[in-house]
């Protein structure tokens, strides 16, 4: 399935979101659309019709929104906002560096403003020529308009206008609080009441349809679309407020004396509150996405490659798969690759979080963005541009950040629903105020009616989750743990039984032989050379284990091997000068029909001490026993233990027969072991955890495991090094480490409180705020809400939902 991401203004409570993904869902082709009110993006999914961007655009803009992103033609003009360019002389080198281009016209470059402005022959050369020009330069060339800069730039300018917007509201409000209550100043006290009256309206009218104007579009946008949200709450309240005031400042006649009073100052500090709420929200929505910020900004800019027997430098982007790279001390290691010579201590704890720099020599896989701490080294790349290891994980956050956690439900359904309840709750209590309450009646039903609109909060409601997850997900990423999308962080900490697989996962993967039986008069030197022989070139653990082996006892594993087969889990046959040789468990034997019943004895010693045994066979002639042991991680132990004292059920998964999974079952402390399992057979086993009632995560390598992680409620599948299986499992972790299971399951719990946390808030708020703002306790206390400590209380809701959310970036995961 692809998907397409677009940014969106103007959205600002839950009811935008709903109406978004509405409106987005009936594209032809669109198969969901995830609308992120934390983030400001849609992500629209389709399968075989692809919708263009324009039609997606449309869709925003019928309801009733600005997509900020646009696909525009190469026209021959361009302006770059160019990173890193402050000073004259840096604006120098990015004006030659881009008028030396061939098929550029004209550039004109500004540091004051960082931008640079080029004219050129689109049959020449392409945007994308120059911005990697002015990268290869030493600076970030970001396009105007484009995806990339236009978040920054949006989130930015939205910042700038409310800020500017507040500032200007601010001090027309405390005018006109000021000249409300003019009889307490001696300045001003003599002063006529309707010259007061005609100065309110003039302070109050520019704060009521200037900063107040994206109020009035949003509730001009909703009533084109026959629906209705946080706009029209605030633009209908303060609407009432005002133009009642004019009413009595000009036409007093037609209202009752006794309530001829004005509520100018009310309109207008209630906005001003609301736009000091938006401007703080925005500020801290930005906040959100730092992880994000954090990995785009360990990108390297260049690279120092040997190329046609020379070194030179060159942008990042330009280095190919198969060029060497050499990365000196201090350096940022550019791309993903391999060790071809030298030897250095890498710092990956912006990658895998893991503090310690680790030792890499040639053969050793690496990791781009990484920093080189000491030695030189030579690196060949394997992996560049959006396929290595940074990029990938960059999507991945991404992806999960712009998804939904099915606890969010209860939210949208109440959102859909909010804001036309609202409207009639405070239409209602105008009646009852109007009909029933004391003189003067339409003052008390005014009020109460502005404040019911003004106190309701959608914008907390559609906060709550996105929010939370942004954060929780980036900060997972920071730590090496990549949850792919909401459900499974909502899921993880719900588990009640845990499958690791043993070979890779709880062990090291890497198991060594520790005995050779011979029988039939063999040698041990011959059991190891048919062995090694059979098992050449093969990439399974047991195979490359009895290769070294071999060598490691000066034997050449050379012998000319015929009809090679490998049989999924039971082991090899092959053919030698007309042998046929067979190496594998009892099963293999079995299906040949080859008796082991004399060496059972032998084979029961070994596996009761935790080692595999493989029967070597020549010619239906058992011939020798090689045993194979692969020790546990460190950290496994550990984790197997902490899933136990959260209360978890652990179960190992593996192919070996019951001796040997019980064996380093009971090192591990895991009670139950699922042995004899063929790699085909896991996820039946998941299933039937899943029937006994267990919710199931499935621990794997992401590869040989992949349909029981698919299985399984929450697949984890574990990373290592390049290597990290984005396709595979929910959550992947970069380290080759099983504590990060524990962490994963941690950073759920946590994540899911902080979100239940924001929506409790978020429903008790309004269910309290809004009765109290009816004027509930008016009969028991005589209290009544004021519409401005309405719109203080609605500005703070939204405020306190994403300030909880950004309080889980000092989350420190357990040592």
Same mark, same amino acid.
């Given at each position: 399935?692809?998907?397409?991401?677009? $940014?969106?203004?103007?959205?600002?409570?839950?009811?935008?979101?709903?109406?978004?993904?509405?409106?987005?869902?009936?594209?032809?082709?669109?198969?969901?659309?995830?609308?992120?009110?934390?983030?400001?993006?849609?992500?629209?999914?389709?399968?075989?019709?692809?919708?263009?961007?324009?039609?997606?655009?449309? !869709?925003?803009?019928?309801?009733?929104?600005?997509p900020v992103t646009s696909e525009t033609p190469d026209t021959g003009h361009v302006i770059f906002k160019v990173v890193g360019m402050q000073s004259a002389h840096c604006e120098g080198i990015v004006t030659r560096t881009v008028k030396d281009l061939k098929g550029v016209k004209r550039v004109t470059a500004s540091f004051g403003n960082s931008t640079a402005v080029v004219d050129y022959d689109p049959a020449v050369i392409s945007k994308s020529g120059i911005k990697k020009a002015i990268d290869g330069a030493g600076y970030k060339a970001v396009e105007h308009g484009s995806p990339e800069d236009s978040e920054e730039a949006e989130r930015r300018r939205e910042i700038t206008t409310l800020?500017?917007?507040?500032?200007?509201?601010? @001090?027309?409000?405390?005018?006109?609080?000021?000249?409300?209550?003019?009889?307490?100043?001696?300045?001003?006290?003599?002063?006529?009441?309707? $010259?007061?009256l005609y100065i309110l309206f003039l302070l109050v009218t520019p704060v009521q349809f200037y900063v107040g104007l994206q109020f009035y579009r949003g509730f001009w946008n909703a009533l084109k679309h026959k629906t209705s949200d946080m706009n029209t709450l605030i633009a209908v309240g303060t609407s009432a407020a005002y133009f009642y005031s004019v009413v009595v400042t000009f036409l007093p006649g037609v209202i009752p004396e006794g309530s001829r009073e004005v509520y100018f100052d009310t309109a207008a500090v209630i906005i001003t509150l609301i736009i000091l709420g938006?401007?703080?929200?925005?500020?801290?929505?930005?906040?959100?996405?730092?992880?994000?910020?954090?990995?785009?900004?360990?990108?390297?800019?260049?690279?120092? $490659?040997?190329?046609?027997?020379?070194?030179?430098?060159?942008?990042?982007?330009?280095?190919?798969?198969?060029?060497?790279?050499?990365?000196?001390?201090?350096?940022?290691?550019?791309?993903?690759?391999?060790?071809?010579?030298?030897?250095?201590?890498?710092?990956?704890?912006?990658?895998?979080?893991?503090?310690?720099?680790?030792?890499?020599?040639?053969?050793?896989?690496?990791?781009?963005?990484?920093?080189?701490?000491?030695?030189?080294?030579?690196?060949?790349?394997?992996?560049?541009?959006?396929?290595?290891?940074?990029?990938?994980?960059?999507?991945?956050?991404?992806?999960?950040?712009?998804?939904? !956690?099915?606890?969010?439900?209860?939210?949208?359904?109440?959102?859909?629903?909010?804001?036309?309840?609202?409207? !009639?709750?405070?239409?209602?209590?105008?009646?009852?105020?109007?009909?029933?309450?004391?003189?003067?009646?339409?003052?008390?039903?005014?009020?109460?009616?502005?404040?019911?609109l003004i106190i309701a909060c959608p914008c907390a409601l559609g906060l709550a989750t996105p929010t939370a997850i942004v954060v929780g997900t980036g900060k997972g990423a920071e730590n090496g743990i990549l949850i792919k999308n909401g459900g499974a962080l909502e899921t993880?900490?719900?588990?009640?039984?845990?499958i690791f697989d043993k070979t890779g996962t709880l062990t090291k993967g890497e198991p060594e032989v520790t005995d050779v039986v011979t029988l039939n008069g063999m040698s041990k030197d011959e059991i190891l050379e048919y062995a090694a022989s059979a098992e050449k070139g093969s990439e399974h653990p047991i195979g490359e284990a009895i290769v070294k082996k071999a060598g490691d006892a000066g034997l050449k594993p050379d012998l000319a091997v015929q009809e090679f087969a490998a049989i999924s889990g039971m082991g090899i046959k092959a053919e030698f000068n007309g042998k046929q040789l067979l190496l594998g468990n009892r099963k293999l034997m079995a299906e040949y029909k080859i008796d082991v019943d004399e060496i059972e004895d032998k084979l029961t010693e070994l596996e009761t001490q935790g080692k595999t045994t493989m029967i070597l066979s020549i010619n239906n002639e058992p011939a020798g026993i090689i045993a194979v042991a692969d020790t546990l991680k460190k950290d496994s132990i550990t984790a197997v233990k902490s899933?136990?004292?959260?209360?978890?059920?652990?179960?190992?998964?593996?192919?070996d027969n019951e001796r040997t999974g019980k064996a380093i079952a009971e090192q591990a402390g895991i009670d139950t072991v699922l042995a004899d399992v063929?790699?085909?057979?896991?996820?039946?086993?998941?299933?039937?955890?899943?029937?006994?009632?267990?919710?199931?995560?499935?621990?794997?390598?992401?590869?040989?495991?992949?349909?029981?992680?698919?299985?399984?409620?929450?697949?984890?599948?574990?990373?290592?090094?390049?290597?990290?299986?984005?396709?595979?499992?929910?959550? @992947?972790?970069?380290?080759?480490?099983?504590?990060?299971?524990?962490?994963?399951?941690?950073?759920?719990?946590?994540t899911i409180k902080k979100i239940k946390q924001n929506l409790f808030f978020a429903f008790f708020y309004n269910s309290a705020g809004i009765p109290i703002a009816a004027g509930i306790l008016y009969p028991f206390i005589g209290f009544l809400l004021h519409p401005v400590i309405a719109a203080a209380a609605m500005a703070m809701s939204s405020i306190s939902v994403v300030s909880n959310s950004l309080s889980m970036r000092r989350y420190r995961f357990k040592k």
């Open positions: 399935m692809k998907s397409k991401e677009i $940014i969106i203004k103007g959205m600002h409570c839950a009811s935008c979101v709903a109406r978004v993904e509405k409106s987005l869902k009936n594209v032809k082709g669109v198969r969901d659309a995830v609308v992120n009110l934390a983030t400001n993006k849609a992500t629209v999914q389709f399968d075989k019709t692809v919708p263009s961007l324009a039609e997606l655009e449309k !869709a925003v803009k019928d309801a009733g929104y600005t800020r500017n917007k507040f500032i200007f509201g601010a @001090v027309l409000s405390a005018l006109a609080l000021l000249f409300s209550f003019h009889t307490y100043f001696p300045v001003i006290s003599g002063i006529s009441h309707i $010259i007061v938006r401007f703080l929200e925005a500020k801290a929505k930005g906040r959100t996405s730092e992880a994000i910020k954090k990995l785009i900004g360990l990108r390297s800019k260049t690279a120092l $490659i040997e190329r046609d027997g020379s070194e030179m430098e060159i942008p990042v982007e330009d280095v190919r798969v198969g060029d060497i790279v050499l990365v000196k001390p201090g350096q940022k290691i550019p791309v993903d690759g391999i060790v071809t010579s030298g030897s250095s201590s890498v710092d990956e704890s912006m990658i895998t979080g893991e503090s310690i720099p680790v030792d890499k020599t040639a053969g050793d896989e690496i990791i781009g963005a990484t920093i080189n701490k000491q030695g030189l080294l030579r690196i060949k790349a394997t992996k560049v541009g959006s396929d290595t290891a940074l990029a990938q994980i960059i999507k991945l956050v991404e992806q999960a950040q712009g998804s939904k !956690a099915p606890i969010q439900r209860l939210a949208d359904k109440v959102a859909s629903i909010f804001v036309p309840a609202v409207i !009639a709750i405070a239409v209602v209590t105008f009646l009852i105020w109007y009909f029933f309450g004391p003189q003067p009646a339409f003052i008390f039903a005014l009020v109460n009616f502005v404040a019911v993880a900490h719900k588990v009640t039984a845990v899933l136990h004292d959260m209360g978890k059920k652990v179960v190992m998964i593996t192919g063929m790699p085909e057979d896991k996820a039946k086993e998941v299933k039937k955890l899943q029937e006994e009632g267990y919710i199931v995560a499935m621990v794997g390598d992401g590869i040989n495991d992949a349909p029981a992680l698919a299985r399984a409620d929450v697949g984890i599948a574990l990373g290592s090094g390049t290597d990290v299986a984005m396709e595979t499992g929910d959550i @992947v972790l970069i380290k080759d480490n099983v504590m990060d299971v524990v962490r994963a399951v941690e950073l759920s719990s946590y």
